[in-house]
T-cell receptor
């Protein structure tokens, strides 16, 4: 079955710097890759997603890249702000079921 | 609020008791999912419905857990003979295509 690995487990960056979180997946049939942000005590919120027919997608300070050949995808956050502090989860989907990464705790240092 | 809703938001129960949670998905969404999440971990898939049909159930789910979606709208998750290890956040999510929206969760504490 599908397996999603996510790195790093914790990422600490200076406010204003960029943050990159990487995920790899095992099932080449996976075709949808969302990223969720979860603040403490709150529900996961979809922040950006990408489909397998696209290599890159950007939404303001957030971008996601997908390398289908290598089976990895990454989340890029530029000009980080204190409100970006949260746990970020990647996921891979085939047939509408999400397989989740273990999460990355992003800490923005003032 | 047109998002996914869950009730109750918090439940404290004694070991051995049965509990039932309810999820109301976004109205036009035909897929509904139940996940369990413990502190510091990602959501763990429990089960999945397409309309009223339960299409998949995690192998990790013991027979104490049962879920229903009788009319293809709201869903219930029942845990029988609760154990302390069942303490977790139970998240419901729904989708029409791939984009999945989560409810606020029900936090279960088994004492």
């Amino acid at each position: 079955g599908e397996n999603v690995e996510q790195h790093p487990s914790t990422l600490s960056v200076q406010e204003g710097d960029s943050a990159v979180i990487k995920c790899t997946y095992s099932d080449s049939a996976s075709n949808y890759f969302p990223w969720y942000k979860q603040e403490l005590g709150k529900r996961p919120q979809l922040i950006i997603d990408i489909r397998s027919n696209v290599g890159e997608k950007k939404d303001q300070r957030i971008a996601v890249t997908l390398n289908k050949t290598a089976k990895h995808f990454s989340l890029h956050i530029t000009e980080t702000q204190p409100e970006d502090s949260a746990v970020y989860f990647c996921a891979a989907s085939r047939r509408y079921q999400l397989i989740w990464g273990a999460g990355t705790k992003l800490i923005i240092k003032p | 609020d047109t998002g996914v809703s869950q009730n109750p938001r918090h439940k404290i129960t004694k070991r051995g008791q049965n509990v039932t949670f309810r999820c109301d998905p976004i109205s036009e969404h035909n897929r509904l999912y139940w996940y369990r999440q413990t502190l510091g971990q990602g959501p763990e898939f429990l089960t999945y419905f397409q309309n009223e049909a339960q299409l998949e159930k995690s192998r990790l789910l013991s027979d104490r857990f049962s879920a229903e979606r009788p009319k293809g709208s709201f869903s219930t998750l029942e845990i029988q003979r609760t154990e302390q290890g069942d303490s977790a956040m139970y998240l419901c999510a729904s989708s029409l295509l791939e984009e999945t929206s989560f409810g606020p969760g029900t936090r279960l504490t088994v004492t």
